[in-house]
């Protein structure tokens, strides 16, 4: 899903389809205290959230926000992007 110019169909689309099931206790990616223990473990988990939370930090930094809290979710997602690549 390309960052440039979403909509909010778009990225509702893309939302409504994750299985947040995944990333609940007993879910695939769930993060539990033993997996976050170990970072390397824990990273596609972390990664696998990610990808579904991505487009709606993109939507939100083009809302008429602060420029510093724009600068923060970037931030963000240029360390998350980097750990996380598509």
């Known amino acids: ?3 440039t110019n ?3 169909e778009e990225v509702d689309r893309h939302v409504q389809s994750a299985d947040l099931s995944a990333f609940q206790p007993g879910g695939r990616f769930h993060v ?4 976050a223990a170990n ?3 824990a990273i596609p988990n972390v990664c696998g959230v990610y990808h ?3 487009p709606i930090l ?3 930094v083009t809302f008429p926000i602060p ?5 923060a979710i970037k931030a963000f997602m240029g360390v998350m992007d980097t750990i996380c690549p598509q």
Do not use: C
Not at 32 to 35: I, Q, R
Not at 67 to 71: L, N
């Open 1 to 3: 899903m390309s960052a």
């Open 32 to 35: 539990s205290a033993s997996t």
């Open 58 to 60: 993109a939507f939100v």
């Open 52 to 54: 579904v939370v991505r």
């Open 6 to 8: 979403l909509t909010f």
């Open 39 to 41: 970072p390397a473990a």
């Open 67 to 71: 420029q510093k809290w724009k600068d």
